[in-house]
């Protein structure tokens, strides 16, 4: 199967299912799951009011000879909050630490250390028999500067950024 037909079929899957999806009320509720950011990260989400949550999420990589550490926090506002999801936009920051090791002859050690900045909207929708279950599709830009090195991206993994959090 090729690495497009996957993610395609996933999405096709998920939005098939949304048909019969419900929004829920999300008030002092805690979301914890993942969320697909640079890195696959552990994610909490908290509805401080209806329309208010914050998301803290964390996520790493370690190989070998290269390391990889994410820690952001956003926040979303729910602009509309229809039937069957919850259309929200959102601002974040985050904190990026990568470790490149060299081979000490012609390679050298490379550590970037930074920040990232980011404006997003996406939905967040819920089946009808799973209301706990929230799964969350969401794009935008994103601002990096590591190490000086100053980039700007869109958020958009095949094609969203995907997560899903259980509420309770």
Do not use: C, W
């Amino acid at each position: 199967m090729s690495i497009l037909k996957k993610p395609i079929i996933s999405l096709f899957i998920i939005v098939f299912f949304s048909l019969n999806s419900q929004a829920t009320d999300l008030l002092h509720k805690i979301g914890v799951g993942y969320q697909n950011t640079k890195l696959p990260a552990l994610s909490t989400r908290y509805y401080f009011q209806p329309t208010l949550s914050v998301t803290i999420s964390s996520g790493f990589t370690t190989q070998q000879d290269h390391t990889q550490f994410l820690l952001e926090g956003k926040i979303q506002k729910v602009l509309f909050m229809e039937k069957y999801l919850h259309f929200f936009i959102g601002a974040g920051l985050g904190l990026i630490n990568e470790n490149i090791k060299g081979n000490n002859l012609s390679i050298p050690n490379v550590k970037n250390n930074g920040f990232k900045i980011e404006g997003t909207m996406g939905v967040e929708f819920f089946l009808v028999n799973l209301p706990s279950l929230g799964f969350l599709l969401e794009t935008g830009l994103s601002l990096q500067s590591k190490s000086g090195n100053i980039q700007v991206n869109t958020l958009a993994h095949i094609p969203f950024k995907a997560g899903v959090y259980f509420y309770f």
